[in-house]
């Protein structure tokens, strides 16, 4: 079994910066993708960006250079930071670990931007 935790979530004006993580712990597969979806009220949850444990990224089309996902695979830990924030990013974001055939998510982690 794996745990997902988020952090890094919170209040921030437009056009402010902020960066979340999540720490993956447990039964972890030596490659695997992780990645940052979001949902806002009454819309799907959308991808973001994914990385692989090899470091590869796909990012969503609508982030458009302002976020960027990272990761530390010594500390099971991927990232998200972003930039430039708007009010229509306001979501909750989730992170995810896809390995084999499981597919974990985080409890998500609410990011609100004020205009």
């Known amino acids: 079994q794996v745990q997902l935790v988020e952090s890094g979530g919170g209040l921030v004006q437009a056009g402010g910066s902020l960066r979340l993580a999540c720490a993956a712990s447990g039964s972890i597969a030596g490659f695997n993708i992780m990645g940052w979806y979001r949902q806002a009220p009454g819309k799907q949850r959308d991808l973001i960006a994914t990385?692989?444990?090899?470091?590869?990224?796909n990012y969503g089309d609508f982030v458009k250079g302002r976020f960027t996902i990272s990761r530390e695979n010594a500390k099971n830990t991927v990232y998200l930071q972003m930039n430039s924030l708007k009010p229509e990013d306001t979501a909750v974001y989730y992170c995810?670990?896809?390995?084999?055939?499981?597919?974990?998510w985080g409890q998500g982690t609410q990011v609100t931007v004020s205009s």
């Open positions: 995810n670990l896809a390995a084999g055939y499981s597919n974990y």
């Open positions: 990385i692989t444990s090899r470091g590869a990224t």
